[in-house]
T-cell receptor, first 109, second 113 residues
């Protein structure tokens, strides 16, 4: 079966750095996506990785290792507004998105 | 105004009632999707449509039906609602399948008593 694993909840301090991991087992691979979802709101797209390596976009970076079935989202200089759930999703060989349950990130002052 | 609009935003109904959730978009995208989100679970695909004449079942289509009335409109129906259909429902659009970037509506919270 297809499976996406990510931690249920993480806590970090304002101004610090946090890494949210995602491991996956899917039927084929056509890219890995990270979305941010604030409580009660819609998910919004953060990043897309299809090749191995690090993609940097401002305070957020996303890393992919296809051989290990592993990705992480790195958030730097954490701000209170970064408190949200972070959803990892993999596009399988049929171009269907398989979603993880999300990681709730709590930022403390 | 939001690019992807869902109505109603909240609905409480009783078991056995018919419910329709509507979605309209101004992004000009051909691809539209209906997902449900439950606590502790990932988003699950109910139905998707790649153009007006195309309807496809997703992972959890049983108990649901859809209608693509126009490029901009995609509605989800629960013919006879049951309590385990209580969830947060999202409509989404995308421009191309390869990018995977979805644009979501604000969500419709449905409670079935």
């Amino acid at each position: 079966g297809q499976n996406i694993d990510q931690p249920t909840e993480m806590t970090a301090t304002e101004g610090a750095i946090v890494q949210i991991n995602c491991t996956y087992q899917t039927s084929g691979f056509n890219g890995l996506f990270w979305y941010q979802q604030h409580a009660g709101e819609a998910p919004t797209f953060l990043s897309y990785n299809v090749l191995d390596g690090l993609e940097e976009k401002g305070r957020f970076s996303s890393f992919l290792s296809r051989s290990k079935g592993y990705s992480y989202l790195l958030l730097k200089e954490l701000q209170m507004k970064d408190s949200a759930s972070y959803l990892c999703a993999v596009m399988d060989s049929n171009y269907q998105l398989i979603w993880g349950a999300g990681t709730k990130l709590i930022i403390k002052p | 105004d939001a690019d992807v609009t869902q109505t109603p935003r909240n609905r409480i109904t009783k078991t056995g009632k018919r419910i329709m959730l509507e979605c309209s978009q101004t992004k000009g995208h051909d691809r539209m999707y209906w997902y449900r989100q439950d606590p502790g679970l990932g988003l699950r695909l109910i139905y998707y449509s790649f153009d007006v004449k195309d309807i496809n079942k997703g992972e959890i289509s049983d108990g649901y039906s859809v209608s693509r009335q126009a490029q901009a409109k995609f509605s989800l129906s629960l013919e006879s609602a049951i309590p385990n259909q209580t969830a947060l429902y999202f409509c989404a659009t995308s421009e191309r399948r390869e990018t995977g970037e979805l644009f979501f509506g604000e969500g419709s919270r449905l409670t079935v008593l």
